[in-house]
């Protein structure tokens, strides 16, 4: 028992803080290379971070781990950081099949990363293999429902179909949360209930987007009703948010009470 919770905690912390927030910067510099609808960025993301990152170690036996059935391919024997680069791009490619009637081409995901991967030029069949060990490494599990940019986008649209308010509510600020709480490695655990830090990060844009003045609407108990979340739980994700979306002194001596919403 204590060999297998020291070989989670240790897969637990592949890839590190520094490697994992370098690629999720470089899937966010190609998402916007490929100017990507936000559903296809976000759905990559989920895969890439959410998904293969936290799988790969078990997949490879990393720390003496075990579980599932081994992966191999030498895209994975080594596993270079380059490697990591076009798994990410293959993530946009996959999330692109999904959500786009006509999704990237390979030809133009190659091209991309012939400019932004330093170290290898992989060809069009690299691509086509590292998207199958993708899938296996992520054991096909490709679902796109159940990711945050999802749940807010739908909370959003109900929020904006029952008030005015709503419109004052803007989509960029909900999606610079989500983009720095996955820059975050401490912050990474937010993501495991898409639906709650979906209700909490449309209460934080709401604070920080819309004038004080204008705080008519009930936010806070109109999402705790909506998602059935209780109210201290989507409180203690918003100020958890707001420490990492504000700098340490504005939220120096703050706390529940300075954002009543």
Known sequence: MDEDRAVEAAASAWPGPSRRRRLIEFLLHASTRLDLRPVVKYTALSFFTDRL????????????????????????????????????????????????????????????????????????????????????????????????????????????????????????????ILDILYETEDSSWLFNSPCQLAASALVTAYAISVPKQRWEFPILPWVTFTTSYDEEEIMKVVLTILMHVLKPDEMKGKGERDFNI
């Open 53 to 176: 990152l936290p799988s790969l170690p078990r997949k490879m036996g990393f720390c003496g781990a075990r579980g599932g059935r081994a992966v191999t391919s030498w895209l994975l024997e080594p596993l270079r950081y380059s490697n990591l680069e076009l798994f990410a791009l293959v993530a946009v490619w996959i999330a692109s099949k999904i959500h786009e009637l006509k999704p990237l081409s390979v030809k133009s995901l190659k091209a991309l990363g012939d400019r932004i991967i330093a170290d290898q030029h992989f060809t069009c069949r690299d691509f086509a293999n590292a998207e199958l060990v993708f899938m296996e490494v992520v054991e096909y599990n490709i679902g796109s429902l159940n990711i945050a940019f999802t749940y807010l986008e739908e909370l959003l649209v109900q929020f904006r179909e029952i008030s005015k308010i709503g419109d004052l509510l803007n989509m960029d600020v909900c999606m610079e």
